[in-house]
């Protein structure tokens, strides 16, 4: 191909992305979320490239969603119309020394995003459980990592570049939009095609990672305060069998004099000798280096390293969200449910989080505690333990994950978020006909 030929040809394909599918798939093969439990009600995935190409491709339609990278768990993703993919679109735009942010395009991912930052002298506050993650689709469902002084990844969001229903651009800043920007943060897919997103960031730093083993229930009744505020973040695993918790993991920062000691006894739970995975029958091949040994804070906030399968692959999740204060009540009214829990369970996590100001965070105005579970990929097993627990959590004003399985009604839902109303008024400010809603916003969000 001369010069000529290809310029054309590259021109040619330029002009038909945006109406070209993403990728061809054989006949049957459907497009389905990460985990392979949601089969998408369409096929139809288009790439976009620029901010001009998703602004065409919204106008166009009459009904679309945007998928990330298909990491959640339920339909909030789902489209029976036209999916849009920011895939295409995953550099970084500005890295601003000054105001301490960066700028980036918001179908890139944490893995791609941290190592970038560490290189430049800087750091994201935390991540998630993996860095396969696109950051948009992160923070619209405000995701999060552990550590009681540690909001969750969507309160680093300090800038929103949002392309509203009708293809215009809406701007929103932490600075000049006070309360809609709070309100648009966690924004579910509801708002629009989130095209950019500013983040706080700091310098980089360098953490430990420990491993504890066995950590006996009544000592983490006796010390959880204590235990979670040993290190930067912290995560409990636990199988809730034997009434322990299998692993805990302490990430520790070893700037600004908080380096954890690394004692062969931690409230009576013992020292590792080798890297583990959080389940311990499993190999730690996937896992982020344990042992004290020090690396950059994007190698060790995860559990899982890029470029491996994380968790254990053929699995179902669930979370839920505790106020702080009810952590040890709730936690052991789980141990209560063992019997039922354990059948199905690969192993849970329990970690902390602090309160927010973002409408339609679980941490809205409250730290928390989460309680996540890692199912077997058994979905009539699991929605039959669901409400169970869902009932069991129910006096401590539970929340669910809004990205992964849940069974609470609508109603009770959406009577859980004060700010609610404010919200569908500022989705249907930005999407009056509702071309960014699916089966999940208006059956959870807009009660239709
Ligand atoms: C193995 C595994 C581990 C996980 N660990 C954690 C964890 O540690 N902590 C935690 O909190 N969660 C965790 N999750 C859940 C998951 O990361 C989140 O639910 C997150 O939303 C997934 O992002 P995504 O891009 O894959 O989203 P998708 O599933 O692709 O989309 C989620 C939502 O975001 C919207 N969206 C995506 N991109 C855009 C955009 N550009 N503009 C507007 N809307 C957009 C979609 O429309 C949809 O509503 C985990 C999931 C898996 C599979």
């Known amino acids: 191909m001369n010069k000529r030929t290809f310029i054309k040809f590259m021109t040619a394909a330029i002009a038909d ?69 920011l895939k295409p679109m995953d550099g970084v735009i500005a890295l601003d020394p000054v105001a301490r942010t960066v700028t980036v395009d918001a179908g890139i991912t944490y893995g ?13 506050h935390n991540l998630a459980s993996l860095p396969h993650i696109s950051v948009a689709g992160s923070c619209t469902t405000a995701t999060h990592g ?22 215009d651009v809406a701007e929103l800043s932490r600075e000049k939009d006070g309360e809609t920007f709070r309100g648009a943060v966690v924004g579910l897919g509801a708002l629009g095609v989130i095209t950019k997103i500013t983040l706080d960031v700091q310098p980089t730093f360098t953490m430990r990672q420990y491993v504890y083993e066995n950590l006996h229930l009544s000592d983490m009744r006796e010390n959880l305060d204590a235990i979670e505020s040993s290190a930067y973040s912290v995560s409990l695993f636990t199988d809730w069998q034997d009434e322990r918790i299998n692993e805990v993991w302490i990430k520790s920062r070893v700037d600004q004099g908080q380096a954890f000691a690394g004692a062969p006894d931690f409230f009576g739970a013992k020292l590792a000798t080798k890297n583990l995975h959080p389940i311990a029958e499993l ?43 009810h952590a040890v009540e ?37 730290s928390c505690v989460t309680i996540h579970f890692t199912w077997k990929q058994d979905w009539p097993a699991v929605r039959e333990v669901l409400p169970v627990i869902e009932k069991e959590l129910a006096p401590f004003n539970v929340r669910p994950h809004w990205g992964k399985l849940f069974t609470m009604s609508p109603v009770k839902l959406r009577s859980m978020y004060e700010r609610l109303p404010e919200f569908v008024r500022l989705a ?21």
């Open 17 to 85: 992305y945006v109406v070209s599918p993403l990728f061809a798939r054989p006949p049957g093969n459907k497009l389905t979320n990460w985990a392979g439990n949601i089969e998408y009600s369409t096929d139809n995935l288009y790439p976009a490239a620029s901010l001009e190409q998703v602004r065409k491709f919204v106008k166009k339609q009459t009904k679309l969603k945007v998928l990330g990278t298909r990491h959640c768990f339920n339909t909030i993703a789902d489209s029976k119309n036209d999916f849009l993919s």
């Open 112 to 124: 791609l995003l941290a190592p970038y930052l560490h290189g430049k002298g800087y750091a994201l």
């Open 146 to 167: 552990s550590g009681e002084k540690n909001g969750n990844l969507a309160t680093a969001v300090s800038g929103l570049q949002i392309v509203t229903a009708g293809g």
């Open 283 to 325: 190999s730690a091949e996937n896992c982020t280096e344990q042992m004290g040994v020090p690396g950059p804070w994007y190698e060790r906030l995860p559990h899982f390293r890029m470029g491996f399968t994380p968790s254990a692959g053929k699995e179902l999740q669930s979370e839920y969200f505790v106020p702080r204060q």
């Open 330 to 366: 709730a936690i052991l009214a789980i141990q209560g449910l063992h019997k039922q829990v354990s059948p199905h369970l690969l192993i849970s996590e329990i970690r902390t989080i602090a309160a927010d100001e973002l409408w339609l965070s679980p941490c809205y105005k409250q």
């Open 428 to 448: 249907n400010k930005y999407d009056p006909q509702g071309k960014f809603r699916n089966d999940f916003l208006d059956r959870n969000i807009f009660g239709t």
